[in-house]
């Protein structure tokens, strides 16, 4: 199983970006989603949560401009980021807890892929 984070790029105050996180390989459910973000400097902030059900957390620092979700179809969470400030420049990464055909049973782990970045323009 692997997780691939995209859609960074930069923008300017104001935009918004899509991120999306695509799982592959003998998936059988995503059972949670979470986006962090690291800028330079600073250490990994958790933004959202997306728990297998349609719970959804978001950090209070960034409430109102991110919306966290998913496509169970395509296996792909997304984190839109509206109304970007050049503060919310950093790496944004995904994380899932994941269950997927092991062999002759099904394992459950966390995965995390290589992040996405980010660069907001004043």
């Known amino acids: 199983v692997q997780l691939q984070a995209s859609g960074g790029g930069l923008v300017q105050a104001g935009e918004s970006l899509r991120l999306s996180c695509a799982a592959s390989?003998?998936?059988?459910?995503?059972?949670?989603m979470r986006w962090y973000r690291q800028a330079p400097g600073k250490e990994r902030e958790l933004l959202a949560t997306?728990?297998?059900?349609?719970?959804?957390y978001y950090v209070d620092s960034v409430k109102g401009r991110l919306t966290i979700s998913r496509d169970r179809a395509k296996n792909t969470g997304y984190l839109e980021l509206n109304n970007l400030k050049p503060e919310d420049t950093a790496v944004y990464y995904c994380?899932?807890?994941?269950?997927?055909?092991?062999?002759?049973?099904?394992?459950?782990?966390?995965?995390g892929g290589q992040g996405t970045q980010v660069t907001v323009s004043s």
């Open positions: 994380n899932a807890d994941i269950t997927y055909y092991g062999g002759r049973a099904l394992v459950t782990e966390n995965f």
């Open positions: 997306l728990i297998n059900g349609g719970k959804k």
């Open positions: 390989g003998s998936i059988f459910s995503i059972d949670a």
